[in-house]
C-alpha cells in the first residue's frame, strides 16, 4: 500500500492517535502545508482547530450553495448540507443521524473537493447548520410581524446565513489528521479517495452471479437437496451461503461444524462443488468459550465479553493472523469460498450484551469506541487474508465498514428493511468506497419479491437471503406458509419471473466485471449516484431512487404498489433496455411499470456487451457475448479477462479486450495478454449508429 | 437548598466538575466512606473507578436477579436491568437506547437503593450486560451441538452469568460524584430523592384543572371567542395556552406581542383574566436578533446560534436574572401565569440548527453538551423565579429536565405521540422526580381522542393541545375538515363524554392537589408505578400500562382499538371507580371498555374525597367535598387548604382538613391551621366499612 495519489493532501494537527484508518488500511499523502499549487476553494490557513475538554474542534471554509455527499452507508438523506452527522457504528439506524452500519468520516463537496478524517473516533460534522454568535444579526430584516399562520414557515429549514462553516467534532483525541482530495468534479474526489484506498477490489467472476441463503434450519440433506433443485430447474445461482445453524454453537460462535445437521462437511462440500457452487459460511467475530480459538486468543481479547464469548482484539496483527489463520485451516483449506461476517456494528439499542462497551480496552491500546469503528473493516481484512494466504480471491458480505474500504472484497447489508431505504443507501454508497446490497430477505407479498429481486440483481451483490423460510420465496412469501409447505398462488408466474432476472443477471456478469476494474483501475465506483456522473446537471443532485449501473446503465427501481414512476434522464440520448427504444434526455420521463419490467436504461455512444446466461460461473466458463453500439460517434468499452480466483491479476496476469467503434462505425475486438479468452463475442448488433443498424 | 437528607450518601473520586446538578440544584449529603452503618447492598471498597481517555469509568456490583428503574422519563422499557442506557437529551428518541427528553442518570434498584450520577456530561449505563472477559468459561456448559433450529434461541437475552456489574461511563471528565439513596424499599428510595431535590413541587391550584392550547392561526378575538364558548357551553378550562403565533417572530423568539394579531394584549388579558382563565404563553429559549433581550444577552451567550438566535448561558446567575426579569417585568406583572418552554430538548436529528452544537462553549464554562443535559431545568428554574420574585406560583410546560427536578414545577411533553409509549413514559416518570402529561393532540378519530383525553385526565396535567385545529377536537378530529369547519358526525355525543371527563377531573382536584402535598412533604410522586405502591409483589413490576394516580387510585388506561383489557388488580380488595362494585385482587381481571368508561379502581381502606365539580378555579373557590371511605378499618386522608396561588405555604400558611374513619366507624373531618377553608365536607358515603355502609 501506501501509493502516493496526486491531489491527495494531508492537514495534521496536535497529536493524532496511533490508531486511524490511514495507518492501519491507507495511502500516503504530501503535507497540505508544504503544497504548491493545490485545486482546493481554500488554503491551508482558512483551517482552524482547538481543543476541548471533549476533544478537537476543527473548522472549515464552507459556501452558501455547498452542497455535501458521502459519509457512508447512509439510509434517510443525500445530500447533508445543512445537517448534523455523527459518525458512529449503530447496526440499527432509525433516523436521520448519520449513525449507519458504515458510518465514513469522509464527504465530497460540490465544491469539488473531498474530506476525510482520519479517525476511529465517533467524529461529528455540522455541515452549516449553526452560524456563529452574531452571524445573523446582519441578517435579520426589519421586523414585520406575521399576519397568517403557517407551520410550513414556523418550522422552515433556517440555515446559517452568514459565514457558514463546517464544524467537525472529533472526541476524546488531542489532534488527527485530515486528508483532503482534489477534484475538479465529485467524480475525480472519489475516485481520488478508492485509488488512495488502494483501488477498488476485484470480486472473484462467481461472485458477480447470484447468492443463495439457505434456511437457518437446514441440515445437510436439506442443502443438498435445494441445490440440486436449483440445477435441475435451471435457476442460476453460484453461491450457497449456510446461516448460524451450520455452527455446533451460535451466538456466541465456536466455527465448528454442527456435528449432529452436517455430519459430512467435506462430503456436503465436495458434493456441492462437484455442481460448481461456492459455499459462503456465516459467522461473527465472537468467540465461544468452546471453540478453540479460545484459549489463543482469551489474552489477545478486549476485557468485556460479548453474547458470553470473547471479543478478539483484531487491531493486533498476531490476533488477526490466528483468527484469520485459523479460517484458512479449516475453511479455505476445505474449499469454503467465503464468509458471511455478521454482528459487527455494534447493536446500540438492543438488550444484553449484543456488543461490547465503549469502555472496553483492548491488549492493542484501542478503547471501545475505536474498536467498533474499525472492527468491521479489520474483521474483513483479516478475513481477506485467509483467502490471500492461498492465493485466492474471496467476496463476502459484512455488516459494519469504515474508511478506506474499497479494496476490501465486501458487501454490506443490513437487517434494516425498508426498499425505498436500501435504494437510497445503494445511490449514497458510491461515494465513500463502499458496497452494498440491498438484498431480498422476507417480502410482503410476490410483487415485493419481484420488485426487490429487480433492485439486487442491478447491484454490487444479486443476493437472496432465504434464512427464515425453508422453499424459495418464488414458491411462497408468506412466512407461516412458506414453513407449512404451502405453495402460493401464481408462483409459476413468479418463478418464471424471478428466473428472468436472475438470468439477466448472468448476461450482464461481463460487463460489470469490467466495471469493478474501473473500480480498481481508476477508483470509479461500480455502482453510483446519478450526481458522479452528470455533476453539471444540478437536477441530478437531489436523485437518490435512480443509479448508475456500471458505465452505461442507469437504472430506476421500482417499489411495491407504484403503477408508473417518473424516471429523469439527464441530458443527451438514451435508450429503453428492454425496448431499446430511443429517448430524449434533459427531462423527466413517466414509465410504466408492468410487474416484469425494470425501467433501465442505455446511455447513447456506448458500448455495451450482454452475455448468454450460464447457470453458473465455472473456472472455464467463456461468456458468449452479443455486443451492441448505442448511438453514433466513436465509442469503445474494456472487457478484462482472467482466471476470475486467484491473485494473479494483480502481477499483471489479464488480458483487456478492447470493442470498439470507429468514427466510420466498423466494430472491432482486439485482445492484449496472453492469458485464456474468457469472452467470445458471437454478434455485434446496432442501434442507431450507423453501418451496424 | 442544602437540606441534608438522612439516608443519602456521596461518594466522591477524582475531581469533579464544577458545574453539575447537585452543586446547582441540589441537597448535602454525607461521604460514604465516613458514614456508619449504611443500609446498601454493597460497601465504598465495592465501588472501583478507573480514568481513560473517555473519560471516567465506575463499577458498581450488582445481583443476578436486580432489576432497575428510572432513567427519567423512558418511553420504551421499564426494567432497564441487561440494558446500556445513554442519557442523552433527545428530541426524538427513536429506539430504546435511554436517550430521551429527559434522560435523568438516577436509578433505584430491586435490591433497594438509588444511584445518581452528579454530572451534566452524557453518561452510559451498562447494567449488567456485558460480563468481564473470562467470567462465562465457567458457566458454558459441555458442547452438545443443537439438533433444531429456533428463532428465539438464537437471539435469546443472554445476561452475563457471572460477576453482573453496573458499569457507568461518564465522558469527558476526570471524576464525579456519586449519590447513594437508601431504602429500603424503592418507594422510600424515590421519596429520598425527591427529598434531596427540594421536595416536589405544589401548583397553583388552578392548574390542576384543564388546560386548552389554542390554534396556532388564533388572533385577539379568535382567542376572547372561543374562551366564551368554553364558558357558555360549561366546559371546564382553566388555563388557556397561546401558540407561537402570539409573538412578532418566531422561531428564533422576540418575546413581544404579534401586533397584528393580538394589538391588545392587555385587553385580551383583562377579558380572560374577567373570566377567571390563566394564561400561558409558548416560548423557547433562542433570542432573536429583534428582541430587547439580545443586546443584553450577547455577551452572555453561547459561541453559536440556535434558528439564528441566542443561546442564553442560563448556567449564569446574572444571565438568569436578565432573561427572568424580562418575562417578570412583561408579563408575570401583566397577568401571565406560566409558560410553555419548548425546544430545549437538542433535537439531534432535524436538519439545519434546531439546536446547539455540543462543541459549543458557554460563557459560564460549560460546554455545549453540559448545557444540552442542563438547559431544561436551568430554563425552568429562571422562568419559576420570574414568579417567585413577585410570591406567586406559576405550573408550566417544559421539553427538557435532568437530574434533581422534583420541585421545579412543570409538566413534560413530547412531539412523540404514540398513546402506548405515553402511558409507559407515564409510569416512568415517577422514579426520577418527573411530572409528565400524555397531552391530547392530533387524533385518529373520536375513539382515539376520548381514550387519549381519559388517561390524559389522569396524569399531572390535563392538558389538551390544539394548536393545528381552530375548532375543538370534540367537534372535528380530522385536520383537514376541522380547518374547514366540517362538523363530525356524533359529534354532540363525543362532546358529551369529553365534558364528562373535564368535569371528572375537576372533581379529583382536592384528592389530587393532596397527592401534590405529599410530594412536596414526603417526596411522595403524585404519580406512580405499581411497583412503587406493591413492590412486594413481584408481578407489579413488569407493570408498564398501569399506574397510581394519588394515594388511592389504580388507574388502568384503554388505547383506541381496544374492547377489553387485562387489569392486573394488587392482593387485597378493591373497588370499582364507577360503579362501587367490589373486587378482590391478587389477580388479572378483564374489563370491558365501553367508551365512556376507563377502568380506574380505588383500594380498600381508603378515605376518597371527590368533589362537586366547578368550571375553573376561582381564587376563592371553595370545593364542595362528597367523602367515601372504603372498606374496613381506621383509615385516615389529609387534605391540604392554602391560597392555591402564593407562596405563602413555604412560610407554613396552610391548613390541614384530616379526614378519618376510626375503629368503631366513626368519621370525624378536623381542620388545623387558620387560612380560610377551600374544602366544605357535605356528605360521607361509606363502602363496606360499618356504620356509613
Given at each position: 500500500?501506501?501509493q ?12 493524532a492517535?496511533?490508531a ?10 504530501a503535507r ?6 493545490v ?7 482558512d483551517?482552524t482547530v ?9 473548522e ?9 455527499y458521502?459519509f457512508?452507508l447512509?439510509?434517510?438523506?443525500l ?7 455523527f459518525?458512529k457504528?449503530?447496526?440499527d439506524?432509525?433516523?436521520d443521524?448519520g449513525?449507519?452500519?458504515a458510518?465514513?468520516p ?24 449553526n452560524?456563529?454568535k452574531g452571524s445573523?444579526?446582519v441578517?435579520?430584516?426589519?421586523m414585520k ?9 414556523l418550522?422552515a429549514?433556517?440555515?446559517?446565513h452568514?459565514?457558514r ?9 488531542e489532534?488527527a489528521?485530515?486528508?483532503f482530495?482534489e477534484?475538479p468534479?465529485?467524480?475525480?474526489v ?6 488512495f484506498?488502494?483501488?477498488g477490489?476485484i470480486?472473484p467472476l462467481?461472485?458477480l452471479?447470484?447468492w443463495?441463503?439457505l434456511?437457518?434450519?437446514?441440515d445437510?440433506?436439506f442443502?443438498?437437496q435445494?441445490a ?7 435457476i442460476p445461482?453460484?453461491?450457497i451461503?449456510l446461516?448460524p445453524?451450520w455452527q455446533s ?8 461444524w454442527?456435528?449432529?445437521?452436517f ?6 462440500l465436495?458434493?456441492?462443488r ?7 459460511l ?15 486468543l482469551?489474552?489477545?481479547?478486549g ?8 471479543v478478539?482484539d483484531?487491531a493486533?496483527k ?6 484469520g489463520?485459523y479460517h484458512?485451516?479449516h475453511?479455505v ?5 467465503g ?7 455494534n ?8 456488543s461490547?462497551p465503549?469502555l ?14 474499525a472492527l ?12 490471500r ?16 474500504a474499497?479494496?476490501s472484497?465486501f ?8 426498499h425505498?431505504?436500501f435504494?437510497r ?7 465513500s ?21 429487480q433492485s ?14 425453508p422453499?424459495?420465496?418464488w414458491?411462497q412469501?408468506d ?11 401464481g ?5 418464471a419471473i424471478?428466473?428472468k432476472f ?9 460487463y460489470?466485471?469490467?466495471a469493478?476494474w ?10 453510483r449516484a446519478l ?8 437536477l ?15 437504472v430506476?427501481?421500482?417499489f411495491r404498489?407504484?403503477?408508473?414512476r417518473?424516471?429523469f434522464?439527464?441530458?443527451g440520448?438514451w435508450?429503453d ?26 446511455k447513447s ?7 448468454e446466461?450460464?447457470l453458473?460461473v465455472k ?6 457475448l ?10 469503445r ?7 476470475g480466483?486467484?491473485l494473479?491479476?494483480e502481477?499483471?496476469?489479464y ?12 466494430v ?10 474468457r ?8 442501434i442507431?449508429c450507423?453501418?451496424?443498424s
Amino acid at each position: 500500500m501506501n501509493q502516493f495519489v496526486s491531489g491527495v493532501w494531508r492537514y495534521c494537527f496536535g497529536s493524532a492517535e496511533d490508531a486511524s484508518p490511514v495507518r492501519f488500511f491507507g495511502g500516503g499523502a504530501a503535507r497540505l502545508e508544504d503544497a504548491g499549487s493545490v485545486s482546493l476553494p481554500f488554503g491551508y490557513k482558512d483551517i482552524t482547530v482547538r481543543f476541548t475538554r471533549r476533544g478537537s474542534v476543527v473548522e472549515l471554509p464552507m459556501k452558501n450553495d455547498e452542497n455535501f455527499y458521502g459519509f457512508g452507508l447512509q439510509f434517510f438523506s443525500l445530500n447533508h448540507a445543512g445537517r448534523r452527522r455523527f459518525m458512529k457504528v449503530n447496526s440499527d439506524p432509525s433516523a436521520d443521524t448519520g449513525e449507519s452500519h458504515a458510518p465514513i468520516p469522509f464527504y465530497v463537496s460540490t465544491a469539488g473537493y473531498g474530506v476525510l478524517v482520519d479517525t476511529f473516533r465517533y467524529v461529528t460534522f455540522y455541515l452549516g447548520t449553526n452560524g456563529a454568535k452574531g452571524s445573523s444579526k446582519v441578517f435579520a430584516k426589519p421586523m414585520k410581524a406575521h399576519r397568517e399562520f403557517s407551520e410550513q414557515s414556523l418550522y422552515a429549514l433556517k440555515q446559517a446565513h452568514n459565514e457558514r462553516r463546517v464544524l467537525i467534532e472529533i472526541p476524546n483525541c488531542e489532534g488527527a489528521d485530515l486528508y483532503f482530495f482534489e477534484g475538479p468534479s465529485m467524480l475525480d474526489v472519489v475516485c481520488r479517495y478508492n485509488l488512495f484506498s488502494g483501488g477498488g477490489c476485484i470480486p472473484p467472476l462467481w461472485a458477480l452471479g447470484n447468492w443463495y441463503r439457505l434456511y437457518g434450519g437446514a441440515d445437510q440433506n436439506f442443502t443438498l437437496q435445494l441445490a440440486e433443485t436449483f440445477r435441475r430447474q435451471g435457476i442460476p445461482f453460484d453461491v450457497i451461503g449456510l446461516e448460524p445453524g451450520w455452527q455446533s454453537h451460535s451466538y456466541s460462535c465456536t466455527y465448528q461444524w454442527n456435528a449432529f445437521l452436517f455430519p459430512e462437511p467435506d462430503d456436503l462440500l465436495h458434493q456441492l462443488r462437484r455442481q460448481n457452487y461456492h459455499v459462503n459460511l456465516w459467522e461473527h467475530v465472537f468467540i465461544h468459550p468452546h471453540a478453540e480459538l479460545y484459549a489463543k486468543l482469551e489474552n489477545r481479547s478486549g476485557d468485556y465479553e460479548v453474547w458470553g464469548g470473547l471479543v478478539p482484539d483484531l487491531a493486533d496483527k498476531k490476533t488477526r493472523e490466528l483468527f484469520g489463520g485459523y479460517h484458512r485451516d479449516h475453511f479455505v483449506d476445505n474449499g469454503i469460498s467465503g464468509f458471511k461476517i455478521d454482528e459487527c456494528d455494534n447493536s446500540d439499542f438492543n438488550p444484553s450484551s449484543w456488543s461490547f462497551p465503549e469502555l472496553s480496552s483492548f491488549p492493542s491500546g484501542l478503547d471501545g469506541e475505536q474498536m467498533h469503528s474499525a472492527l468491521g473493516l479489520l474483521y474483513q481484512k483479516t478475513i481477506e487474508q485467509a483467502f490471500r494466504d492461498r492465493g485466492i480471491r474471496t467476496m463476502g458480505q459484512v455488516r459494519s465498514s469504515w474508511a478506506l474500504a474499497a479494496k476490501s472484497p465486501f458487501v454490506l447489508y443490513s437487517d434494516l428493511y425498508d426498499h425505498r431505504q436500501f435504494i437510497r443507501a445503494l445511490v449514497n454508497s458510491g461515494f465513500s468506497g463502499l458496497l452494498w446490497s440491498p438484498e431480498v430477505r422476507s417480502c410482503e407479498d410476490a410483487e415485493d419479491l419481484i420488485r426487490r429481486l429487480q433492485s439486487v440483481v442491478f447491484s454490487s451483490q444479486s443476493l437472496l437471503n432465504c434464512w427464515r423460510i425453508p422453499n424459495p420465496p418464488w414458491f411462497q412469501t408468506d412466512l407461516a406458509k412458506n414453513l407449512a409447505g404451502e405453495k402460493m398462488n401464481g408462483s409459476d408466474a413468479v418463478t418464471a419471473i424471478v428466473k428472468k432476472f436472475l438470468e439477466l443477471r448472468m448476461k450482464l456478469i461481463p460487463y460489470f466485471y469490467a466495471a469493478f476494474w474501473r473500480y480498481h483501475l481508476e477508483g470509479r465506483p461500480p455502482v453510483r449516484a446519478l450526481a458522479l456522473d452528470y455533476e453539471n446537471d444540478g437536477l441530478t443532485h437531489t436523485i437518490d431512487d435512480q443509479y448508475m449501473f456500471g458505465d452505461s446503465l442507469l437504472v430506476a427501481p421500482v417499489f411495491r404498489g407504484q403503477t408508473s414512476r417518473e424516471v429523469f434522464l439527464p441530458a443527451g440520448e438514451w435508450y429503453d433496455f428492454w425496448t431499446h427504444e430511443r429517448l430524449s434526455g434533459g427531462k423527466t420521463i413517466v414509465c410504466k411499470t408492468d410487474l416484469e419490467i425494470l425501467p433501465v436504461f442505455i446511455k447513447s455512444g456506448v458500448i455495451f456487451p450482454l452475455a448468454e446466461p450460464v447457470l453458473c460461473v465455472k473456472e472455464d466458463t467463456v461468456f458468449d457475448l452479443t455486443v451492441f453500439c448505442f448511438g453514433g460517434g466513436e465509442k469503445r468499452f474494456t472487457l478484462y479477462e482472467d482466471d476470475g480466483l486467484s491473485l494473479a491479476h494483480e502481477e499483471g496476469k489479464y488480458n483487456t479486450l478492447v470493442l470498439t467503434q470507429d468514427g466510420n462505425g466498423s466494430v472491432s475486438a482486439v485482445r492484449t495478454g496472453t492469458e485464456p479468452p474468457r469472452y467470445v463475442v458471437r454478434e455485434w448488433n446496432g442501434i442507431d449508429c450507423g453501418v451496424l443498424s
